[in-house]
């Protein structure tokens, strides 16, 4: 089993991308941390000057007017102060918004609710008078401190999209460059492959046209010409990868026995024993729109897949057709070894093979052919460990 390379490539950033924003996360929450300890020590301190005040005689208080008068124009945060029942001095509030116009105890109402809210978020702080809580302090989050908290938040949000449009954009390239690979590999191989045919076939030619060539003779030189028909139909197939397929109404069942027919000649000689049948719904016809070159190279796929998991030689192949009102079902089932479902969603990624042989290609050109030029879809319907896998075309009819 082969795993791409670009999976392990994106899990890592996946992971860095991870410790980033984790780490991002942590330093802005102690930034956080250090801001309100910052407003704790200053609402503290504003405490302790009003006790000082409170406690000192005339001319200390008075010395102490200036140094008031700074700490309170360094608050930057809501702050009101309270009478001991926690009822607001509506004189002594600050960074707050407070309608003035109101009726004193609308105003009292008003305070009691901020007050409410701000020792939810801090605790009060109590200021003593000779062991006797003369006033207490609330007070709120700075908007700083409120938009600081929600500075992870925002850049966790704008590193995920970004990630996001990043990792898209980075599939959508990705995705034209395979594209482009497998058109000009597609391309390559038809040119390649069309000058020996073209020989091939004029060399056939002339030993048909000699008559003087045993029955034996011309069964062999039949056999070789079937061949060589053959290559020209793959030829055929890979000169369609890049190119729009023409699409014509086909009875299904008609192209899969043509496939099942090419197989049963050859399964012999494979040292397999293996049933390959084609089951029905109903008596219906299975029409739909399928370039047959192409489809036919789908179920070969599917039938060279399910013969590969029989670990015996032995087995049995069903493909059977059904419908509804809007789709063509056609299931290829096999009783061979099954696959695991952890790499179900990695069996038609291009280079994924869970075979010691084999490029790990048929599955995704199947899928390339059936949803890109057949606008249907190819997906597991079913699979289990030792008892087969059944692989489900959906086509519109």
């Known amino acids: 089993m082969r795993r791409p390379i670009s999976a392990n490539i994106k899990l890592v950033l996946v992971i860095i991308g991870g410790i980033i924003v984790v780490s991002l996360l942590l330093y802005s929450q102690s930034l956080v941390r250090k801001l309100q300890d910052r407003e704790r020590e200053i609402a503290n301190l504003y405490a302790k000057a009003i006790e000082y005040i409170a406690n000192a005689d005339t001319d200390s208080a008075l010395d102490l007017t200036f140094l008031f008068t700074e700490i309170i124009q360094t608050i930057d945060f809501p702050i009101v102060l309270s009478y001991p029942d926690n009822t607001p001095k509506l004189d002594s509030h600050r960074n ?22 701000m020792d939810e978020i801090n605790n009060p702080i109590y200021i003593m008078y000779q062991d006797t809580v003369i006033e207490i302090i609330h007070y709120d ?21 970004f990630i996001c449009i990043g990792y898209i954009g980075f599939s959508y390239i990705k995705r034209n460059e395979q594209s482009n690979i497998w ?8 040119h390649q492959l069309g000058t020996p045919l073209s020989s091939l076939m004029g060399w056939l030619e002339l030993l048909n046209s000699n008559e003087g060539i045993d029955k034996k003779s011309l069964s062999y030189i039949n056999e070789i010409e079937n061949d060589t028909k053959r290559l020209m139909k ?19 069942d008609e192209v899969i026995n043509r496939v ?32 047959s070159e192409l489809f036919e190279w789908v179920i070969e796929n599917l039938i060279k897949n399910a013969l590969d998991s029989f670990e015996s030689g032995n087995g049995n192949i069903t493909i ?10 056609i299931d290829v089932k096999d009783d061979g070894k099954g696959i695991d479902m952890k790499y179900s969603k990695d069996i038609f990624r291009p280079g994924f093979s869970t075979k010691k042989r084999g490029w790990g290609l048929g599955l995704s050109l199947s ?27 959906k086509l519109k009819q």
């Open 320 to 329: 059977y057709l059904s419908c509804n009102k809007k789709y063509l079902f």
């Open 96 to 117: 707050l918004e407070v309608n003035t116009s109101l009726p004193k105890d609308e105003q009292v109402t008003f305070l009691k609710g901020i007050i409410t809210k």
């Open 183 to 190: 058109v000009g590999m597609s391309k390559e191989t038809a």
């Open 141 to 161: 989050e700075s908007d700083l401190l409120k938009k600081l908290k929600w500075l992870p938040f925002y850049e966790i949000l704008i590193s995920t999209i």
């Open 367 to 393: 899928k390339r052919i059936v949803e890109d030029y057949h606008r249907g879809k190819i997906f597991i319907k079913e699979t289990e460990l030792g008892k087969g896998t059944t692989f489900r075309i």
């Open 260 to 291: 099942i027919e090419y197989f049963s000649k050859r399964i012999p000689h494979m040292n397999k024993k293996v049933s390959i049948k084609v089951e029905k719904e109903d008596n219906q016809t299975y029409v739909s729109y399928v370039n």
């Open 234 to 252: 793959i030829t055929s197939r890979f000169s369609k990868i890049g190119s729009v397929p023409e699409l014509k109404s086909q009875q299904l």
